[in-house]
Every structure is written in structure tokens, then in C-alpha cells.
């Protein structure tokens, strides 16, 4: 590590400090060829807060996902074993009740503290929490328990540090479940877009229909075309 005095001043003192080439790489992710929603996705925007009844699900959002053609072949890759099953941590065959637990693009493996996994379904019918009842509840169970159990193996990370929730809007309309390290300010964990598996798992095992019941808080971005479908419909 190379070091160079800044400022020195009584019990101060600021240093520029040069790490060697080998500590220094950065880890980049590229998407290639970007659509205009993925370049969307990473510009910064005026957020706002939509509240999203069930009767909102049906007459606006339910409508304006099935009219979208955003490209999820990259998951069926993966649950297929056509891209990165090197890199899957566990999987439970099962087309019903199984799911494929594998690294998030964010996390580099290198360190735990920052630690994030994916849990993505076989079944292709589940878009996000709006599709959930009873019915489901073997599946999330699964993915609750093994992918606890299958962190600790790998990892040595116990479920008490582990943060396990869904994104309700989810970035893709397949249904995933995200495992993060408790310690990590993951993008998107903040309360008005996560919701705890644990909860969604007692919420359904209480009501079939919950969430095709209350109304559900999410995070839009002024310039996403489902914002404007909101304030078309005067919702906003």
C-alpha cells in the first residue's frame, strides 16, 4: 500500500492511499444490447409513492405488465441450466414447489458482509406477490427453509443475519425471492418495496386471498410508463 501526506494538523492527519493492482479490480456488470428500460432503470428519478388497490392491480398494473415484452429469457436460462450453473448454490427439482438459488449479479462472493442470493421458482405461472395464495405455500416454505439451510452450509451465514423478502413491484414478472446479509443496505430493501417471506408466508396461511385483498405500497419513478398509466387513471 502506497501512502501519501496529505495534511497534518495536531491529532489530524488526511492520507491519499494506493492500493496494489491486485487489490484494486473492479467487479463491472454489462447489459448488452440495453432496452430503454433497462438504461431506465439505472438513471436517477423523481420517485413517488403509489398506493396499488386490488381493483388498481386489475384495471391498470395487471394490464400494462401483460402489454410489455421485457425479455426474462435470462431467467429460464438459468433454471434450465443453460447460463450459470456453475454458479447455483442449491436447487429443488420439484416443477411445482422447487426453485434455484444462485448468486445476485451484485455480490462479487468475495466478502460476506455484503452477501445477496436469488431464489428463482420452476413454475413460470407466479408474477409477484399479487398471484400468491394458500396454494403456494409448500413453495415458499421450501424456499424459506432450504434456502436458510443451503446459506449456512455454503456460507456460514445463520438465517438470525439473513434478510429474506420479495420486491412488490418486482423488477421482472417472475416470481424470486431475495436473500441478503441483515448488516447490508441492499438496493430495494427499505420498507415500501420489501416484503418479509416470513410474513407473506403467515399472511396467506391466514387468508388464501390477502393479496388479492389489501392494497400494496410501492416506489415509482416519474418517467416509468406505469407511473403515467397511475396518473392517466388520476391515482396520483
Not at 388479492?212 to 416509468?224: G, I, M, S
Amino acid at each position: 500500500m502506497n501512502t501519501e501526506l496529505q495534511m497534518h494538523n495536531d491529532i489530524y492527519c488526511t492520507f491519499y492511499l494506493s492500493p496494489p493492482p491486485e487489490m484494486s479490480e473492479i467487479k463491472a456488470t454489462v447489459v448488452y444490447p440495453a432496452t430503454e428500460k433497462h438504461i431506465q432503470k439505472y438513471l436517477r428519478q423523481e420517485v413517488h409513492l403509489i398506493r396499488e388497490s386490488w381493483e388498481d392491480y386489475k384495471n391498470i398494473t395487471l394490464p400494462f405488465i401483460q402489454s410489455q415484452s421485457f425479455s426474462i429469457q435470462w431467467v429460464y436460462n438459468i433454471l434450465q441450466k443453460k447460463a450459470e450453473a456453475d454458479r447455483i448454490v442449491h436447487e429443488n427439482p420439484d416443477p411445482s414447489n422447487g426453485f434455484v438459488l444462485v448468486p445476485d449479479l451484485k455480490w462479487n462472493q468475495n466478502q460476506l458482509e455484503d452477501l445477496y442470493l436469488i431464489a428463482l421458482v420452476h413454475r413460470r405461472d407466479i408474477k409477484s406477490l399479487r398471484d400468491l395464495t394458500a396454494e403456494h405455500l409448500p413453495l415458499l416454505r421450501n424456499i424459506l427453509q432450504e434456502g436458510k439451510e443451503a446459506i449456512v452450509k455454503r456460507f456460514g451465514v445463520p438465517s438470525s443475519q439473513l434478510r429474506i423478502y420479495l420486491h412488490y413491484q418486482p423488477s421482472y414478472q417472475h416470481l424470486h425471492v431475495h436473500f441478503t446479509a441483515l448488516g447490508y443496505d441492499a438496493p430495494g430493501s427499505s420498507v415500501e418495496r420489501a416484503h418479509l417471506l416470513a410474513d407473506v408466508i403467515d399472511n396467506l396461511a391466514m387468508d388464501s386471498l390477502y393479496y388479492q385483498k389489501r392494497a400494496l405500497t410501492f416506489p415509482l419513478r416519474a418517467d416509468e410508463p406505469l407511473f403515467k398509466k397511475f396518473q392517466e387513471a388520476g391515482k396520483v
